[in-house]
């Protein structure tokens, strides 16, 4: 590129060649400090200026006080028959966006001094904050007004103030060495001669620009009244009778019909299928069709533009919302495990460990590995579902998976995307909160089960599924990713290997929690839009949905325990002095409890890189407080609810004095009904309830001496 040979910038003369002679264009007289030329150029607007007429001007000294060019139409050198475009940046905004779409060898968005290595760049020197871009185009672009107006002076930087002209019939440009109103010349800043851009490589900086108008509600293309070569709406290129004929941007149409393509049906249909689609287009609409070497260099082209365009699409709108949400000190202030049962009793009455232990484990979905399973047992009518759902409310919805029902295969199927190239069907559920609002199906548990033992990452089931045209196939399926899961089930004897790898918990059944609870359904009944107004404006609750919303974009993954976890295993030894295997897995739901507590305070904690936090001392004190409340059931294997009939029914029972000879199943049931109110099935007793504290050692059962066929309940000697 031309570097050297620039002239003085009092030699106007000679910058008046500059422009005609090795830029190609038309030259016009201007006093450019008061915006006017002295003649009239209309008829420049198509045709060249004679060279004749340019010796003369120059003769009569005319170019003295400033010059213009006509922009589009190059008239010789190297660049005949291209288009000069011309791109007016005047603010600082407006330079900040249109440098953005190119790269510098790191990947960075480049400034405006490595733009002026390519392309031709003017400025004043008493503004740096605007400048004019020139560079050749194979196509020409439409017109576009400048914004300054519409930016306002007070919000002079808060709005991209741009213009673009690409033909004569748009209009001129004042250029080097002309004067600015300000008094100030216009100058470049780099290489005299401009980069040209291919008809793609035009195509896309044009929808760069017309993006840049879309994000901050300015308008470009659609708003082109067809002087210039605009691009025909998305809809239309899609219409059955349309076409594009050669020299008529083929190239730039399928382009647009690849992107648009790849954008709309990329998660729906496999890539061969979308570029069928395309190929179609290409057929159809293309007068004549590119052949298939261009057909192929133009889909590789989009998908390498599309793909990476999408996902920026999607981290903006990541990051806007980061915008949005104000990090401010009452926001990331510490908080305890009391002050979040305080906000989640506005809708969930007592229960404080199980809102709590469930709280914490969506919020640990967001961590590499250290998500909680969690099982919700009890009673009918109970309100187990009703918990997790409720604190879902809080979280994300694009995480939430609510099932109220699975076959062992449909649940393979939800949301799986098919790689082409692994011939597999990937359900992706990392960082997913599924709530199975009835117990699944057992053999779903069974083949679940891996997947709650985090026993890896990405684990490939081979399923069997029925064809159309009758026999079976086989289809091989990838669930990546470790999701909180939570069930509900009335269900009391869970299968052993599922009660190891959940926490089970039990909503409260005392009489004051039903009392709150009743009081909480009568508001919500009398007057349910006004309830559900009053809890989306509750300030705490708002709080809360902003503060797990602040943890979700802080990208916190792994949370370190100090000292190699020894604090925490040496409370833990000095707890439990007979170890059992299934501490194993109790054991490491401690750590996440912690975990949780240091993830709740996120902002709080020392930060050991991007992703990674260490927990302090007061969430393993905070950590062990929560799990303790769930220690003696957990650790029996039991639910809250069977232990607490043990506690409040059973054990008072075998406690009284002369009760040697066991308690019946029938006193069981009447203390039970003396205390709950309500009645307990025998059968549920015989074969539920019993028999799992029968297993875990609180009770046993002998025959009635006076009765073989009865049996007693006595405690374990």
């Known amino acids: 590129m031309e570097t050297v040979g620039i002239p003085p910038l009092e030699d106007h003369n000679r910058w008046a060649d500059f422009w005609y002679y090795q830029r190609g264009l038309s030259v016009l007289p201007a006093d450019t400090m008061r915006k006017k030329t002295y003649i009239t150029w209309k008829q420049y607007e198509t045709s060249r200026v004679p060279e004749e007429q340019l010796a003369q ?8 006080k400033g010059m213009a060019i006509v922009l589009g139409q190059v008239w010789d050198g190297d660049h005949k028959g291209e288009h000069l475009i ?81 033909s004569g019939l748009h209009g001129i440009a004042y250029c080097t060495p002309s004067f600015h109103k ?11 001669d401009a980069v040209k851009l291919s008809e793609d490589q035009s195509q896309r900086l044009l929808e760069h620009i017309d993006d840049i108008c879309r994000r901050y509600g300015l308008h470009y293309l659609e708003w082109d009244d067809g002087t210039g ?37 990329y998660s729906i249909l496999k890539p061969a299928e979308i570029r069928e689609f395309a190929y179609r287009w290409n057929q159809q609409h293309c007068k004549p069709p590119l052949d298939d070497k261009e057909f192929e260099k133009q889909w590789r082209d989009g998908a390498k533009w599309i793909l990476p365009k999408i996902k920026e699409e999607e981290q903006k709108e990541q990051e806007e919302q980061k915008r949005v949400l104000e990090l401010t ?28 232990i469930t709280f914490c484990g969506m919020l640990l979905a967001q ?18 579902s009703y918990i997790p759902m409720e604190i879902a409310s809080y979280f994300p919805q694009d995480e939430i998976m609510k099932i109220a029902s699975a076959s062992p295969t449909a649940f393979y199927h939800k949301g799986g995307k098919w790689d082409d190239k692994r011939k597999v069907l990937i359900v992706d559920l990392e960082h997913k909160i599924i709530i199975f609002m009835d117990m699944p199906h057992f053999q779903l548990m069974e083949r679940l089960r891996s997947m709650l033992a985090h026993d890896d990452k990405e684990l490939v089931y081979m399923i069997t599924e029925n064809r159309k045209s009758g026999g079976l196939r086989t289809k091989t399926v990838i669930l990546r990713g470790y999701p909180s899961v939570f069930f509900a089930s009335a269900k009391q004897n869970m299968d052993e290997q599922e009660k190891t790898r959940v926490i089970q918990l039990s909503p409260e059944l005392d009489q004051e929690k039903l009392i709150e609870s009743l009081q909480l359904a009568a508001l919500r009944n009398a007057n349910p839009t006004a309830f559900a107004k009053k809890m989306a404006e509750d300030p705490q609750r708002v709080w809360l949905v902003n503060r797990i919303s602040s943890i979700r974009h802080c990208t916190v993954r792994e949370i370190v325990i100090p000292d190699d976890g020894r604090v925490v295993y040496e409370k833990f030894m000095q707890e439990h002095k007979h170890l059992k295997p299934r501490y194993q897995r109790d054991f490491p739901r401690v750590f996440a409890l912690i975990k949780a507590h240091a993830l709740l305070n996120a902002y709080k904690r020392e930060k050991l890189s991007d992703d990674t936090i260490l927990a302090n ?26 232990y607490s009939i043990y506690i409040d029914v059973i054990k008072p029972l075998l406690d009284q004095d002369g009760i040697d000879k066991g308690v019946s199943r029938e006193e069981v049931i009447k203390k039970f009904y003396q205390v709950r109110y309500r009645p307990l099935s025998p059968q549920t007793l015989k074969q539920e309830i019993l028999p799992q504290l029968e297993a875990v050692g609180l009770i046993e059962q002998k025959p009635d001496p006076e009765d073989k066929r009865k049996m007693l309940i006595h405690k374990v000697e």
């Open 229 to 265: 070569n605009a691009q025909v709406p998305i809809t239309d290129l899609f219409r059955d009778d349309f076409v594009v004929h050669e020299n008529h941007n083929r190239h730039g149409a399928l382009l647009r019909v690849i992107e648009s393509l790849i954008k709309r049906n």
């Open 57 to 64: 001007w120059k003769a009569e000294n005319a170019f003295a």
């Open 617 to 642: 001392e007061t969430d393993i004190e905070a950590g062990f407080a929560l799990y303790s409340e769930i220690e003696s059931s957990t650790e029996l294997g039991l639910s809250p609810y069977l």
């Open 329 to 356: 000190e009452d926001l990331i202030k510490e908080v305890s495990w009391d002050h979040i049962a305080s906000i989640l009793s506005s809708s969930i009455k007592k229960d404080r460990a199980a809102k709590l």
């Open 182 to 192: 300000n008094g100030h010349r216009y100058k470049i800043i780099g290489n005299t």
């Open 86 to 166: 011309f791109v007016d940046l005047d603010n600082q905004k407006a330079i900040d966006e249109f440098c953005s779409y190119f790269k510098d060898s790191e990947g960075k968005p480049a400034t405006l001094e490595q733009l002026a290595q390519k392309f031709i760049v003017e400025q004043h020197e008493d503004n740096p904050a605007k400048a004019h871009v020139y560079f050749y185009s194979e196509i020409m672009f439409p017109k576009k007004s400048s914004d300054i107006r519409a930016a306002g002076e007070e919000t002079n930087d808060q709005i991209p103030a741009l213009e673009v002209k690409g």
């Open 367 to 384: 961590t590499n590995k250290d998500q909680l399973n969690i099982g919700f047992q009890a009673e009918s009518s109970a309100g187990k």
